[in-house]
């Protein structure tokens, strides 16, 4: 094994987990969740990364009530649930991997069919995707969503989840609260960056004054969102500073809104073909087929595309970085440790090759690697994700 492989595949730590190895599956939505409960297909998924040598592997969106998803097939947590969430972890856990479980609320871009009300937001705000506005909450509501993140961590741990990932980026409802563009509040929950932190701090204090000191709670947050009057590079090296003092484990560091710049997180193509074709609503397909190039826009991709931001974070906390973005082949994980992070994260490059970390560590990596087509994207919401190139071939314009 020469010095590079040794890199990778050696152990590190996250509270009071040790990782076998520096490489994790990143939340990268299944769609295969169908009436929000756990299917055949997405232990099989999970599995699979487990199984293909990932330290610790991410089941990606669940929201932590009801209110919080944007589409029918997506999660949330509940009673009911820890008994089929008990069989996916299981499953995780016997091919030698951790399980996370990426806890989050989709707030102002929640879907009104699918949660039978209005969206929650931090102000009242109009999605166009959805032809929506948002209720602005109020603190009766913060204190409900508070609760809802806190019980949603314990169930995730009675289910068997070794980590629990919080969103706080996206332009979910926690970058909601801490974003310019989406909070207008005058109260003590907006304005000031340190009003702005309220509700977000709120959250992890309360999870770790309930979990104890050891338990990892990672938190995936935003480098910037990518759009006019959203959150800056500099404030997001004061909101990492904040995370880890209120009890973070470990930070992720990304970019994007989901509802304005989604593709600003992945790079690459733009499948707004494929995206229009695998809309179950008929209301989504029009919105992306009149407006969708208008308003999604594409980025391209670099390689680690976070890497010059992401450093900023790791050079003011003390907690674990990982990093993520834009990673496909093992020089550039190499690299990613080089340059000081403790993890990364891996979203297209394992769904195109479960097998990555395998491959590393015997040598055979990058032999066809991810074209970043984006074409799993859209098949998340076709029935499950996977890799198009895989089975189609390599996109070809
Ligand atoms: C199919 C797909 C679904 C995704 N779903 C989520 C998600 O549910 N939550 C999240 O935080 N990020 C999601 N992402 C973003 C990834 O976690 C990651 O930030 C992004 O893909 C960049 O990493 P990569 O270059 O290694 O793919 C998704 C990405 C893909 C490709």
């Given at each position: 094994?020469?010095?590079?492989?040794?890199?990778?595949?050696?152990?590190?730590?996250?509270?009071?987990?040790?990782?076998?190895?520096?490489?994790?599956?990143?939340?990268c939505?299944?769609?295969?969740?169908?009436n929000?409960?756990?299917?055949?297909?997405?232990?099989?998924?999970?599995?699979?990364?487990?199984?293909?040598?990932?330290?610790m592997?991410?089941?990606a969106?669940?929201?932590?009530?009801?209110?919080?998803?944007?589409?029918?097939?997506?999660?949330?947590?509940?009673?009911?649930?820890?008994?089929?969430?008990?069989?996916?972890?299981?499953?995780?856990?016997?091919?030698?991997?951790?399980?996370?479980?990426?806890?989050?609320?989709?707030?102002?871009?929640?879907?009104?069919?699918?949660?039978?009300?209005?969206?929650?937001?931090?102000?009242?705000?109009?999605?166009?995707?959805?032809?929506?506005?948002?209720?602005?909450m109020?603190?009766?509501?913060?204190?409900?969503k508070i609760?809802?993140?806190?019980?949603?961590?314990?169930?995730?741990?009675?289910?068997?989840?070794?980590?629990?990932?919080?969103?706080?980026?996206?332009?979910?409802?926690?970058?909601?609260?801490?974003?310019?563009?989406?909070?207008?509040?005058?109260?003590?929950?907006?304005?000031?960056?340190?009003?702005?932190?309220?509700f977000?701090?709120?959250?992890?204090?309360?999870?770790?004054?309930?979990?104890?000191?050891?338990?990892?709670?990672?938190?995936?947050?935003?480098?910037?969102?990518?759009?006019?009057?959203?959150?800056?590079?500099?404030?997001?090296?004061?909101?990492?500073?904040?995370?880890?003092?209120?009890?973070?484990?470990?930070?992720?560091?990304?970019?994007?809104?989901?509802?304005?710049?989604?593709?600003?997180?992945?790079?690459?193509?733009?499948?707004?073909?494929?995206?229009?074709?695998?809309?179950?609503?008929?209301?989504?397909?029009?919105?992306?087929?009149?407006?969708?190039?208008?308003?999604?826009?594409?980025?391209?991709y670099?390689?680690?595309?976070?890497?010059?931001?992401?450093?900023?974070?790791?050079?003011?906390?003390?907690?674990?970085?990982?990093?993520?973005?834009?990673?496909?082949?093992?020089?550039?994980?190499?690299?990613?440790?080089?340059?000081?992070?403790?993890?990364?994260?891996?979203?297209?490059?394992?769904?195109?090759?479960n097998?990555?970390?395998?491959?590393?560590?015997?040598?055979?990596?990058?032999?066809?690697?991810?074209?970043?087509?984006?074409?799993?994207?859209?098949?998340?919401?076709?029935?499950?994700?996977?890799?198009v190139?895989?089975?189609?071939?390599?996109y070809?314009?």
């Amino acid at each position: 094994m020469d010095n590079k492989a040794n890199n990778i595949l050696t152990s590190g730590n996250i509270g009071n987990l040790v990782l076998k190895n520096r490489i994790i599956k990143a939340g990268c939505f299944e769609g295969m969740s169908q009436n929000g409960g756990v299917t055949p297909e997405l232990i099989e998924h999970h599995r699979k990364m487990a199984a293909g040598g990932t330290a610790m592997t991410t089941v990606a969106y669940c929201s932590v009530s009801k209110d919080g998803r944007a589409y029918g097939h997506e999660m949330w947590m509940r009673k009911e649930l820890i008994p089929e969430l008990k069989s996916l972890t299981s499953k995780i856990q016997a091919e030698a991997a951790y399980a996370s479980i990426q806890l989050g609320h989709c707030g102002y871009f929640a879907s009104k069919q699918v949660i039978g009300k209005r969206s929650l937001g931090a102000s009242s705000k109009f999605n166009l995707f959805r032809m929506s506005i948002a209720k602005k909450m109020k603190a009766t509501d913060i204190q409900e969503k508070i609760t809802d993140f806190i019980n949603a961590t314990s169930m995730a741990i009675e289910a068997g989840f070794d980590a629990v990932e919080i969103h706080a980026g996206h332009g979910y409802l926690i970058s909601q609260f801490l974003s310019p563009y989406t909070n207008n509040r005058k109260d003590e929950y907006g304005g000031s960056l340190e009003n702005r932190l309220r509700f977000p701090l709120e959250i992890i204090k309360g999870i770790r004054k309930k979990v104890g000191t050891d338990f990892p709670i990672l938190i995936k947050m935003n480098l910037y969102d990518g759009i006019k009057g959203g959150l800056e590079i500099n404030e997001a090296i004061e909101i990492a500073k904040a995370f880890e003092t209120e009890g973070a484990s470990a930070l992720i560091p990304s970019s994007g809104f989901t509802s304005k710049t989604p593709f600003l997180m992945l790079r690459g193509r733009l499948p707004i073909f494929e995206m229009v074709a695998n809309q179950s609503s008929w209301l989504m397909k029009l919105s992306l087929a009149l407006f969708g190039k208008l308003i999604v826009q594409e980025y391209t991709y670099t390689r680690l595309f976070h890497l010059k931001e992401a450093k900023k974070i790791k050079t003011v906390v003390n907690i674990p970085v990982i990093y993520i973005g834009g990673i496909k082949t093992s020089e550039d994980v190499e690299e990613a440790l080089q340059s000081g992070f403790d993890f990364v994260q891996i979203g297209r490059a394992l769904i195109h090759d479960n097998n990555f970390v395998n491959h590393i560590a015997q040598n055979s990596s990058n032999l066809n690697i991810c074209d970043t087509c984006n074409r799993c994207v859209a098949a998340m919401d076709g029935g499950g994700v996977y890799c198009v190139s895989k089975v189609t071939g390599n996109y070809v314009e």
